[in-house]
T-cell receptor
Framework: QQQVKQSPQSLIVQKGGISIINCAYE??????FPWYQQFPGKGPALLIA?????SEKKEGRFTISFNKSAKQFSLHIMDSQPGDSATYFC??????????????FGQGTRLTINP | NAGVTQTPKFQVLKTGQSMTLQCAQD?????MSWYRQDPGMGLRLIHY???????DQGEVPNGYNVSRSTTEDFPLRLLSAAPSQTSVYFC???????????FGPGTRLTVT
């Protein structure tokens, strides 16, 4: 059962525009919400992450918005560039057992930035 | 630092064959995990380890075995390959003090 739902599956944005990817979750025990970026033929790499005690986190052109009551979080990419074209995954940590963090991933969004 | 390395990069197996996917990291991370990535499914956790000698099951463990005899290595064994195991496999590692997981480049496995 997929516990993190991500939308849209694919997204095309013009260069300079704003890219928005949304995720929703059900489990209120989640305590960490990262976004991973994956280029073709590569492994995912951490882009930005947020804890549920804040509503927004910004790093450069990338911003996570978090709505705890709605159990939703989203990634905003400002001034989108062709180099941002990649697959983006949201994720959530479900619990820590013996110090291990287990990530539950969304289905992924393939983002294309047209020049 | 090589980070997380995986071998082989590509593999084709026949149904019923067995094989081992290799994963190694040189960052002295205690935590290592195996994920599989399928279209429209995201990444799903197969097995994970919190240190040498300690492993546990993730979301989709059936058909896979792991062991962790050293901090550096975390191999994934397919006991009897099935077409449903056709996927891209990623190994990841992380430290306890941070939540960031570092992923390897992946192994693309096809089972015919």
């Amino acid at each position: 059962q997929q516990q993190v739902k991500q939308s849209p599956q694919s997204l095309i944005v013009q260069k300079g525009g704003i890219s928005i990817i949304n995720c929703a979750y059900e489990n209120t025990a989640f305590d960490y919400f990262p976004w991973y970026q994956q280029f073709p033929g590569k492994g995912p790499a951490l882009l930005i992450a947020i804890r549920p005690d804040v509503s927004e986190k910004k790093e450069g052109r990338f911003t996570i918005s978090f709505n705890k009551s709605a159990k939703q979080f989203s990634l905003h990419i400002m001034d989108s560039q062709p180099g941002d074209s990649a697959t983006y995954f949201c994720a959530a940590s479900i619990w820590r057992i013996q110090g291990a963090q287990k990530l539950v991933f969304g289905q992924g969004t393939r983002l294309t930035i047209n020049p | 630092n090589a980070g997380v390395t995986q071998t082989p990069k590509f593999q084709v197996l026949k149904t019923g064959q067995s094989m081992t996917l290799q994963c190694a990291q040189d960052m002295n991370h205690e935590y290592m995990s195996w994920y599989r990535q399928d279209p429209g499914m995201g990444l799903r956790l197969i097995h994970y380890s919190v240190g040498a000698g300690i492993t546990d099951q993730g979301e989709v463990p059936n058909g896979y075995n792991v062991s962790r005899s050293t901090t550096e290595d975390f191999p994934l064994r397919l006991l009897s390959a099935a077409p449903s195991q056709t996927s891209v496999y990623f190994c990841a590692s992380s430290r306890d003090s941070t939540y960031e997981q570092y992923f390897g480049p992946g192994t693309r496995l096809t089972v015919t």
